[in-house]
């Protein structure tokens, strides 16, 4: 599958732009928003943004899903925005790019099996 958002390298580590939807039911992977170097992951995010809990249940959530120590991941851009640049150190861009491709996968069937039943 081609993925339809973009996970760069850089020198600072793989970077990758996300949109939150805080105060969802729970904390998942929603989709992706826009196209080419401008999409953006959408994660939804139980936590509401205020006094930086999002970003914290959105470091927490990422640092999950892609198995790395909380300190690892970086919110670069767009603390105070629903828009957001993040920075994974310690994986590569084709490594955060798989295991996010494979959360969308799984996201998807999910959201047909619930609209088949």
């Known amino acids: 599958m081609t993925m339809p958002f973009a996970v760069k390298d850089t020198a600072e ?26 999409a953006a992951v ?25 198995g790395t120590p909380r300190s690892a991941i970086e919110i670069a851009g767009g603390q105070h925005a629903r828009n957001k640049r993040i920075v994974v150190r310690g994986r590569s ?6 295991i996010i491709d494979g959360a969308l996968e799984a996201s998807e069937k999910t959201q047909v099996q619930r609209g088949a039943g």
Do not use: C
């Not at 949109?19 to 039911?25: E, F, G, H, M």
């Not at 994660?43 to 930086?52: C, D, Q, T, Y």
């Open 93 to 98: 861009a084709s490594q955060v790019a798989a």
């Open 13 to 38: 580590g793989a970077s990758f732009l996300v949109r939150v939807a805080p105060r969802a039911s729970r904390n998942a992977i929603a989709g992706v928003i826009g196209e080419g170097a401008e």
């Open 42 to 66: 959408k994660i939804a995010l139980s936590a509401p943004p205020v006094e930086g809990r999002a970003n914290a249940a959105l470091v927490e959530f990422l640092s999950e899903l892609l």
